[in-house]
């Protein structure tokens, strides 16, 4: 059983998505934004991982590449704000699915243990929310949640 608490209530365009690391918010939000570290916890295992850009800034972008036999699996968006250590908003598209752009917000919150991730993700309509959760999406959230977290483990030594 993951970890990982995904909710995607039905009838809406919204996910979000919770994950508590043993963590300080400002060592979670390094390895979630750091290009090199990202390419090494982002999507499904059976992937392979391509950061092309990852330009963490206000109005910068980014584009990473999944890969594996069948084909290649591109997203891109553009990082609108930036906090350090607390929140990143951004846009995300599937080039597989283009012009459905989902707004996503992720936040950094202090807990008693570490700290809390949490994405919220608005997408332009119900039926686009629905072909990403048909997508994989789950079990993608998952592999990745559980590389974060061992990643966090090995950079901060816990």
Known sequence: MSDT???APANTPFIEVLRD???TPAQL???STDPDLVA????PNHLEMEVVEYDVRPGGRYRYIHRD???DYAFHGV???IEPGAMVIQTFEYEGFPGEVSLEKATYTATEN????RTWSVFPSIEARDGIVASGMERGLN???EKLTALVAKETGR
């Open 143 to 145: 592999d990745a949640m």
């Open 114 to 117: 570490g700290v809390r991730l």
């Open 79 to 81: 990082f609108h704000t």
């Open 5 to 7: 608490i995904i909710n």
């Open 21 to 23: 690391f043993d963590a």
């Open 40 to 43: 090494q916890w982002l999507g």
């Open 29 to 31: 939000f390094k390895v």
């Open 69 to 71: 036999a069948s084909g």
